[in-house]
């Protein structure tokens, strides 16, 4: 059985005051009706990573980083490192988001590197996948996805993917309310799960837990949740908002 998974990517939104609301809100609905299958992961910046951890303490929410460097320590002005993220309670790190890779300039080379600290630090990863509006458009989504699983994750072990989840945001569909149909995300999933397959050993792709990213939202969850190689969302805007978000997990609930 592979894990279900709700992920929330809070990007650059939420002062302490504002993330310290949101997940209060968010833990008395979980304790109202508990997620029992789907695993709930929120990342805050990181400067509400440590007031957010001590909110989650006894709660089953995990916590995530949107980012960490590629090197361990040193001089890099204004970079966070995987032990710090893991210091402050992030359980979870999301590395190659396409807003890293595009405003940041981050390649797989890079995108490689980091998923190697992070796995190094004993932090768990989501790594982004996906094809531009362009790429789709000249039929070259199925060959960005075999290069981005190819080159950044080049080198990891069938036993390196049991801490690695796959999400894959198609940037077409990021903050811009379109969505993949539920067919279109279950195809490039069951494609990922072959070339994980292909690439790193047969179990891998079959076990990997594939979230779907894109202007996920309440009123479309369920229709993508429901596809059999579709695990869980990363929700951008809709995890924003306490309600929503929990409306997403109880999609998951019951797909
Ligand atoms: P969105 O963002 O839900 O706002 O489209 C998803 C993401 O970028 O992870």
Redesign the pocket.
């Known amino acids: 059985m592979r894990k279900k998974m709700i992920a929330g990517?809070w990007?650059m939104h939420k002062t302490n005051a504002e993330a310290v609301r949101l997940v209060t809100q968010l833990r008395r609905m979980l304790e109202k009706k508990p997620a029992r299958k789907t695993e709930v992961v929120v990342c805050p910046p990181f400067t509400a990573l440590v007031p957010v951890a001590e909110l989650l303490k006894g709660s089953k929410i995990q916590l995530g980083a949107q980012n960490i460097f590629w090197e361990e320590e040193g001089a890099f002005t204004g970079e966070v490192s995987a032990r710090m993220v893991k210091s402050a309670g992030a359980k979870y790190v999301i590395i190659g988001?396409?807003?890293r890779r595009r405003y940041f300039k981050e390649d797989e080379n890079i995108i490689n590197k980091k998923i190697r600290l992070a796995l190094k630090n004993k932090l768990r990863v989501i790594h982004?996948v996906g094809e531009t509006l362009e790429e789709r458009e000249h039929n070259l989504t199925q060959d960005i996805i075999i290069n981005q699983l190819e080159w950044g994750l080049k080198g990891f072990t069938a036993d390196d993917f049991k801490r690695i989840v796959i999400?894959y945001?198609p940037v077409w569909?990021?903050?811009?309310g379109k969505t993949a149909t539920p067919e279109q995300a279950q195809e490039v999933h069951a494609f990922i799960r072959e070339i994980l397959n292909t690439l790193y050993g047969s179990q891998v792709g079959t076990r990997i837990t594939i979230l779907y990213?894109?202007?996920?939202k309440p009123e479309n969850a369920a229709g993508l949740l429901s596809q059999p190689d579709v695990d869980g969302a990363?929700?951008?805007?809709?995890c924003l908002n306490a309600r929503s978000f929990f409306q997403i997990i109880q999609a998951s609930e019951g797909a």
């Open positions: 990517n990007k988001h396409s807003e982004c999400a945001e569909a990021i903050g811009t990213g894109g202007s996920v990363l929700v951008g805007g809709a």
